[in-house]
């Protein structure tokens, strides 16, 4: 089914430690942004794309970098681990130029950083 | 700048009672307005949007919302809860301009009591 794909779904991580969130979707979307969700706050956006090779920063963008070479993915990388960092990360993506338009959501990845 | 505020962070009706949570948003140009509703260990699901066509807008599960500019409100409402509507719920803006991105509220747990 058409959609986005976030993978791992679950994953646990020493501080200090690196790893990458993956994110694709098959709907030829060009927005694409990440989410961290944290209890009572809400979900708050870290990094989006508007395209292939452009990305931007969001509201809270430290600690992760991103990149996007192609239309269809779009990697979020923690390079040094901290426990602050513990939440669950959504992808979602939609048709550039049309933020009328829902966006569509990954299943999300709960990181736990020990 | 944009942002909302959703009015309590937990709500607790009787099934069959009538549903009611409360979203003010702030937005320096016209909002796109939406709903999404997230079930546990689920990514979100978009209820419904308001793209400034009818004010009053229907939405999947039998939800609707309606659009006041004068309140600056978008309040969420179901005219008979359901035991199936427990989840949380979200309330987002977004507009045309700038990064053109969700800017979410806190959250809404609903509760439904037999």
Known sequence: NAGVTQTPKFQVLKTGQSMTLQCAQDMNHEYMSWYRQDPGMGLRLIHYSVGAGITDQGEVPNGYNVSRSTTEDFPLRLLSAAPSQTSVYFCASRLTGQPNYGYTFGSGTRLTVV | ?114
């Open chain 2, 1 to 114: 700048a944009q942002s909302v505020t959703q009015l309590g962070s937990h709500v607790s009706v009787s099934e069959g009672a009538l549903v009611l949570l409360r979203c003010n948003y702030s937005s320096s140009v016209p909002p796109y307005l939406f709903w999404y509703v997230q079930y546990p260990n689920q990514g979100l699901q978009l209820l419904l949007k308001y793209t400034s066509a009818a004010t009053l807008v229907k939405g999947i599960n039998g939800f609707e919302a309606e659009f006041k500019k004068s309140e600056t409100s978008f309040h969420l409402t179901k005219p008979s809860a359901h035991m199936s509507d427990a989840a949380e719920y979200f309330c987002a803006v977004s507009s045309y301009m700038g990064r053109r991105a969700l800017t979410f509220g806190s959250g809404t747990r609903l509760q439904v009591q037999p």
